[in-house]
């Protein structure tokens, strides 16, 4: 039995882009072979911290949305208990109620989008659906269906900390 999952951990900030990445991989493998799926990936990038953890006042935050079985969640758990870059973690089962009204208004904006004529009062833009996709999707996942986050799902994310220099 497969169930909704949210999955939100907090990097080191000395992580790369190359790390996360591997990080990401590595998630998107364990679901994979425990016959999950991964819906979303949603990484709000370097933030601060309300208070330090081991010493670190900055993290890098990211978010995902999963459908695994409960066996899935603990290994995933004792996966990201080890890893060195991984500050914090939580792994949250949703409310499928909630979960069943986003997949309905994501599919009703997705077809209102491509029924939509265009400005120029041609037919759908299905070459700018395809585009918009392709620049989304990581490299080197070019066979997986992509995650799209338009901006109205990305309404609740806070701005980005931008550091401040101190002079002396």
């Not at 330090?52 to 978010?63: C, K």
């Amino acid at each position: 039995m497969t169930r909704d999952y949210e999955l939100g951990f907090i990097l080191t900030p000395e992580v790369n882009e190359e790390q996360t990445r591997a990080i990401l991989e590595r998630i998107e493998q364990t679901v994979n072979n425990h016959g999950g799926q991964v819906m979303r990936v949603n990484q709000w990038g370097r933030r601060r911290l309300a208070y330090p953890i081991q010493h670190n006042r900055d993290g890098f935050y990211v978010f995902i949305d999963m459908v695994l079985t409960p066996e899935t969640v603990s290994e995933l758990d004792r996966m990201l208990k080890v890893s060195e870059e991984v500050l914090r973690h939580l792994i949250k089962r949703r409310d499928p109620k909630v979960v069943q009204k986003e997949r309905e208004e994501r599919e009703a904006r997705a077809n209102a989008a491509l029924t939509a004529p265009t400005e120029d009062g041609q037919a759908p833009a299905e070459e700018n659906a395809a585009t918009e996709e392709a620049s989304e999707m990581p490299a080197g996942e070019e066979n997986e269906a992509p995650v799209v986050v338009d901006a109205e799902e990305d309404n609740y994310i806070p701005p980005a900390i931008e550091e401040e220099t101190i002079e002396a």
